[in-house]
Nanobody
Framework: QVQLVQSGGGFVQAGGSLRLSCAAS????????MGWFRQAPGKEREFVGS????????VHLDSLKGRFTISRDNAKNTVYLQMNSLKPDDTAVYYC???????????????????WGQGTQVTVSS
């Protein structure tokens, strides 16, 4: 049974930093790409970025490039989202994601096929 358990997040002032973690279990973590999505109130879920099974990370949203970084630790079965220089517009629920199939890239759609973490609220005050 696949489980993705998120931690981190919370409340931070603009300009601050947070790190989200997502611990995976149930499958061979190192064989799977991992992704991060977010959903702000009243908005569609959007793709933040992903990291391949080989450790190549990509931030998808131009507004996040240079501020957000995705990494993974296969020994800990964990993927991370480091968020720096946070802005009020970054306020959202953040979700980690694992594709249904191994050695498969994360698809940049709001509802890709796979498994989701429980979500973590990130609130950035101005």
């Amino acid at each position: 049974q696949v489980q993705l358990v998120q931690s981190g997040g919370g409340f931070v002032q603009a300009g601050g930093s947070l790190r989200l973690s997502c611990a995976a279990s149930g499958r061979t973590f190192s064989s799977y790409a991992m992704g991060w999505f977010r959903q702000a109130p009243g908005k569609e879920r959007e793709f933040v970025g992903s990291i391949t099974w080989g450790g190549v990370s990509t931030v998808h949203l131009d507004s996040l490039k240079g501020r957000f970084t995705i990494s993974r630790d296969n020994a800990k079965n964990t993927v991370y989202l480091q968020m720096n220089s946070l802005k009020p517009d970054d306020t959202a629920v953040y979700y980690c994601f694992q594709p249904a199939f191994s050695l498969t890239a994360v698809v940049a759609t709001p509802t890709p096929r796979g498994y989701w973490g429980q979500g973590t609220q990130v609130t950035v005050s101005s």
